[in-house]
């Protein structure tokens, strides 16, 4: 059912999703965040940080701009906002609004949120403070500033910068990477190769793949977000190719729905049957006995009466559907506002 799916999908990509960031290596600015890790300070003004956390809902609970959402889940990294008991021990915390992946690595370290409120019944946890968050890797430091595991002229990042042009033997090679931080190795982006000619490495990063914009019609992730083409639902949701589509060929029978999506519609007398999650297909087959219990074929002669269609309700099916039955048919309440079901489930609950 198409509902339920793109609500489930949107909910996993919620919480698949990676904040992309870039890193760009800078020998000359070692300790500037960008805290909203979208590469960018401020303004150009090194000492702001770009947050990149909207205004959160009235419960204190909203998404960000890396594609996280904060939960109150007790293992969730961030529960500002969420309830507590005053009294309850200062946790470690980890700011939703970043990618999890950098936690612990490098110089990124846990901040601390604490419990405040004037009663227990409106106690809530603080915002996460005291962080130390991804960083422009910085390549004469001996530190790994943006927490991606590799520290100084050993981060990709930092090959064409000046700390690493060092002298080297001619024909030697080693590894190269302009994109953004946390793209190396997702997807399609991998990292290119610097050859050492005349005792000095070249200036360029030759084959190395950077992002590039989503193709939602292929299966992969192009632009290394960790969301591969239609799974990618803030860069293809709308696409065609990402929509539920007619089933080519059809089976024995069966036809094409009239429309797409919560609006698709089937022949009296059939029912709809899918495949395949999002950018699947879809086509309206004749009801048989083998298919009692679906609540489109459950009036038919062949279902009626059948212990597999006990507990709906099949009123007569109202003039304005034509003979036509709404192909999303399959799951109740969430379907019981759907005008031309044949037969409805439990409607009395919300």
């Not at 500037?32 to 956390?53: L, M």
């Not at 946890?125 to 590799?150: K, M």
């Not at 799951?331 to 019981?336: A, M």
Request: with cysteine; charged share 15%; glycine share 12%.
């Amino acid at each position: 059912m198409s509902r339920a799916l793109l609500a489930w999908a949107l909910l996993w990509a919620s919480f698949a999703l990676v904040c992309v960031g870039c890193s760009c290596a800078n020998s000359t600015r070692p300790h500037h965040a960008d805290t909203g890790i979208d590469g960018e300070v401020d303004g150009g003004n090194a000492s702001t940080a770009d947050t990149g956390t909207p205004a959160p809902d009235a419960n204190g609970i909203g998404p960000s701009d890396s594609g996280y959402m904060r939960s109150c889940a007790a293992d969730s990294p961030d529960l500002e906002g969420c309830a507590c008991t005053v009294g309850d021990a200062p946790r470690a915390c980890w700011p939703y609004t970043l990618d999890p992946a950098y936690r612990g690595v490098g110089l990124c370290t846990d901040g601390t949120q604490t419990c405040a409120g004037s009663g227990s019944e409106f106690a809530q946890w603080g915002p996460c403070t005291g962080e130390f968050t991804p960083e422009a890797e910085y390549c004469a430091n001996s530190l790994d500033d943006n927490c991606d595991g590799f520290t100084d002229c050993g981060d990709p990042a930092c090959a064409t910068d000046p700390a690493c042009q060092t002298g080297c033997t001619d024909g030697e090679t080693r590894d190269c990477y302009d994109g953004p931080a946390r793209t190396l190795g997702v997807g399609a982006c991998h990292a290119g190769t610097q050859t050492c000619v005349g005792g000095a490495w070249s200036t360029t990063c030759s084959g190395e793949q950077l992002p590039q914009a989503e193709d939602c019609s292929t299966p992969r992730d192009l632009n290394c977000n960790r969301l591969a083409g239609c799974f990618d639902l803030f860069v293809c949701a709308s696409s065609p190719a990402c929509q539920e589509h007619c089933a080519d060929p059809l089976m024995p029978g069966c036809v094409c729905p009239m429309g797409a999506g919560d609006v698709a519609t089937c022949p009296r007398g059939d029912f709809a049957v899918t495949t395949g999650t999002i950018g699947g297909t879809i086509q309206c087959c004749p009801c048989r006995a083998s298919d009692c219990g679906q609540p489109n074929c459950c009036n038919e002669a062949v279902c009626r009466g059948n212990g597999s269609c006990g507990g709906l309700n099949c009123p007569a099916l109202p003039a304005s559907c034509n003979g036509m039955v709404n192909a999303d048919c399959d799951d109740f309440p969430e379907d019981c506002d759907e005008p031309c079901c044949e037969c409805y489930g439990d409607c009395s609950s919300p």
